[in-house]
């Protein structure tokens, strides 16, 4: 089970957009999450006309290192760490280090 999941509402807490929230979009890899609104960079792209784009220079959310962004607790308004725990009935489900409520509700 990972710690960090797609739709959760993550804080930056290092880089050129520290402090920065946002909702993570996806997943890249093991180890990066594509966060929104975060780590914009402007590329270059050529015109495809089997996708229908047109080129030129586009802005887009670049992957960010996953030790780099943390869980936002909306109870204390600050980002928070996150543990798992198994339940009674064999459920896994995450919780908030800081005050033991759940992430997933």
């Known amino acids: 089970m990972r710690k960090i999941r797609r739709d ?3 804080v ?3 880089g ?4 920065k929230r946002g ?7 093991e180890d ?9 960079v402007k590329k270059h792209e050529k015109p495809n006309p089997a996708k229908g784009s047109t080129g030129g220079i586009v802005e ?3 992957p960010i290192h ?10 204390i308004e600050k980002a928070d760490r996150v543990r ?3 339940l009674d009935d064999g459920r896994k489900v995450r919780i908030f280090r800081s005050n033991g409520e759940m992430v997933d509700t």
């Open 66 to 75: 996953i030790s780099n962004v943390a869980v936002f607790n909306p109870a």
């Open 32 to 40: 990066r999450v594509v966060v929104e609104g975060a780590n914009r």
């Open 84 to 86: 798992i725990k198994t």
């Open 16 to 19: 050129k957009d520290r402090g």
């Open 12 to 14: 930056i807490l290092t």
């Open 8 to 10: 959760d509402q993550v």
């Open 23 to 29: 909702t993570v979009l996806r997943i890249a890899g």
């Open 60 to 62: 887009k959310e670049m």
